[in-house]
């Protein structure tokens, strides 16, 4: 058996940190030059990066759980020490985790071109991205893209040859890089072709963060609650500016006077499901975020934890 605790110290949770962006220098307990690689699968790519550059810092972002668990026995195999992953759609969590001028480099490979048109907005390097890129890397910091695609690698050229913050290079037919992924050898050897792009930040972009700054818990104490303007909030959606957020479904504990929301909140195109605890306590009630999930405490979730309260005051 692996030692979990070993693989799990790899594993950075945003949700708990109370100020955004993070202090990187301090996760790491160093001053060096970060590097990023977004969807790195099971993660032999970044190990072997990690492991032969010890003076950078890595950090990863993947959406699945077993590849997030893969990447950190590498590690942890290899005693790897300057890398850490992250859960979660790093187009938006980028923009909130990083200062600006923080990243040396950006590295994607192989990633899903979402070929058809109606999810054209899924594909990774889209403009308000790019943008975002143009905060957090450092003047001279470096995209790297690797594909297979040959239209898609082109498509991602004419998007940053766009963009007055970066400076493309031409694409790079069947390029060769002294570490591949195990796509990319499979894929030498069957003669597939592969596409390399690479552009550097030679201007500075500044973008709206969604969080920024000290992120405090909230919670609200009210005296009594009104049962049924609780119950009419379900499938309420509840807007406010860029802030909106629905409730999608109530769970009752009659028996020890508590109640359970599932609520989805956004903030801009920052979207969120979680639970909001509503219990009584000796002289009161007290309506918070749930600790079975933890959201990233933008103003949507804020929001929606204010709102309800003041809704279902009696």
């Known amino acids: 058996m692996h030692d979990k605790i070993g693989v799990l110290k790899y594993?950075?949770?945003?949700?708990?940190?109370?100020?955004?962006?993070l202090n990187w220098n301090e996760i790491f307990g160093n001053k060096r030059k970060?590097?990023?690689?977004?969807?790195?699968?099971?993660?032999?790519?970044?190990?072997?990066?990690?492991?032969e550059n010890p003076d950078i810092n890595f950090?990863?972002?993947?959406?699945?759980?077993?590849?997030?668990?893969?990447?950190?026995?590498?590690?942890?195999?290899?005693?790897?020490?300057?890398?850490?992953?992250?859960?979660?759609?790093?187009?938006?969590?980028?923009?909130?985790l990083f200062p600006s001028n923080s990243i040396s480099k950006l590295i994607v490979n192989f990633p899903?071109?979402?070929?058809?048109?109606?999810?054209k907005e899924r594909r990774i390097f889209i403009t308000s991205f790019i943008n975002t890129l143009a905060d957090v890397l450092k003047k001279g910091g470096i995209i790297e893209l690797a594909t297979d695609v040959d239209w898609y690698a082109q498509e991602v050229y004419n998007n940053f040859k766009k963009s007055e913050f970066f400076e493309p290079e031409k694409i790079i037919e069947n390029f060769n890089r002294p570490i591949?992924?195990?796509?990319?050898?499979?894929?030498?050897?069957?003669?597939?072709?592969?596409y390399l792009f690479i552009a550097k930040k030679i201007k500075h972009n500044k973008v709206k963060r969604v969080l920024e700054g000290v992120s405090e818990l909230p919670h609200k104490n009210i005296r009594d609650i009104n049962i049924e303007?609780?119950?009419?909030?379900?499938?309420?959606?509840?807007?406010?500016?860029?802030?909106?957020?629905?409730?999608?479904?109530?769970?009752?504990?009659?028996?020890?006077?508590?109640?359970?929301?599932?609520?989805?909140?956004?903030?801009?195109?920052?979207?969120?499901?979680y639970y909001i605890s509503i219990y009584k306590k000796t002289k009161d009630w007290l309506v918070k975020l749930d600790s079975t999930t933890i959201p990233y405490r933008t103003p949507a979730v804020k929001f929606s934890v204010y709102k309800i309260a003041e809704l279902i005051e009696k």
Request: hydrophobic letters at 35%.
């Open 11 to 21: 594993f950075i949770k945003p949700q708990y940190y109370d100020i955004y962006p």
């Open 34 to 51: 970060i590097y990023v690689e977004i969807g790195f699968g099971s993660g032999e790519y970044m190990a072997a990066l990690a492991k």
């Open 59 to 96: 950090i990863g972002f993947e959406t699945s759980l077993t590849a997030l668990y893969k990447a950190q026995i590498k590690f942890h195999k290899n005693n790897i020490k300057n890398a850490r992953v992250i859960q979660g759609d790093a187009r938006l969590l980028i923009r909130e």
């Open 112 to 119: 899903c071109p979402w070929p058809k048109e109606r999810h």
């Open 180 to 194: 591949k992924t195990k796509y990319e050898l499979k894929w030498d050897k069957e003669g597939r072709n592969k």
């Open 229 to 273: 303007k609780l119950k009419e909030l379900k499938d309420n959606h509840i807007k406010e500016n860029n802030l909106s957020f629905t409730v999608n479904s109530i769970y009752e504990d009659l028996l020890n006077d508590r109640f359970l929301l599932k609520v989805v909140s956004t903030d801009n195109d920052f979207m969120q499901q």
